[in-house]
């Protein structure tokens, strides 16, 4: 395993705008999602990890409920260049399989994923649509539960935003699968 810094985009800064390929064959601007929506969920996940698996429900129930307040959550995956599992084939296999509800992109560099400062997956990370990080860190306190009652701090921060109120919980310490980072 090798650890290399990570630049770690602090809550309240901007965020690192991207140039990603997805599984729609498209190329995904995060500069272009944030003209057409309110806030943009960024998740750094992949298709090997068991904590992404656990939590892919729940982002499809976030996806859906916050949708029409205008909200998207975007999958990135940068794990690809140390798993065969994370091509962009098995990728799509992936989101077809779950039925994904949300964009799937590949950061084959991991330079947009390092510029974020994700270190886990999966790791959330809400950005305004002024390009602003308003919270970074873990989903929710209850990982491997489907429903418990615990902390929601992604839809909490969601909520939090389109409410106009102040996200109370801005950063957490994410739970989950560490990065593999390339050489």
Request: proline share 4%; net charge negative; hydrophobic share 40%.
């Amino acid at each position: 395993m090798n650890i290399l810094e990570t630049i770690n985009t602090p809550v309240g800064s901007y965020a690192p705008d991207f140039e990603l390929p997805g599984i729609d064959n498209q190329v995904h601007h995060l500069s272009r999602y944030l003209e057409k929506f309110r806030a943009v969920g960024v998740i750094s996940m992949c298709n090997h990890c068991p904590y992404v698996k656990s939590y892919l429900e729940k982002l499809k129930n976030i996806q859906a409920e916050f949708a029409a307040e205008g909200f998207t959550l975007i999958g990135m995956n940068a794990s690809a260049t140390q798993q065969i599992t994370e091509n962009l084939d098995q990728m799509k296999a992936f989101a077809q399989s779950h039925q994904l509800n949300f964009p799937y992109l590949l950061d084959s560099t991991q330079d947009v994923t390092r510029s974020f400062g994700a270190n886990k997956t999966p790791m959330a990370f809400l950005v305004d649509n002024n390009g602003i990080v308003q919270y970074k860190g873990k989903i929710d306190n209850y990982p491997q539960e489907a429903s418990s009652l615990g902390e929601d701090y992604l839809k909490n921060a969601i909520a939090c935003l389109f409410s106009g109120q102040a996200i109370n919980l801005a950063e957490t310490e994410a739970v989950g699968t560490s990065l593999i980072w390339r050489n």
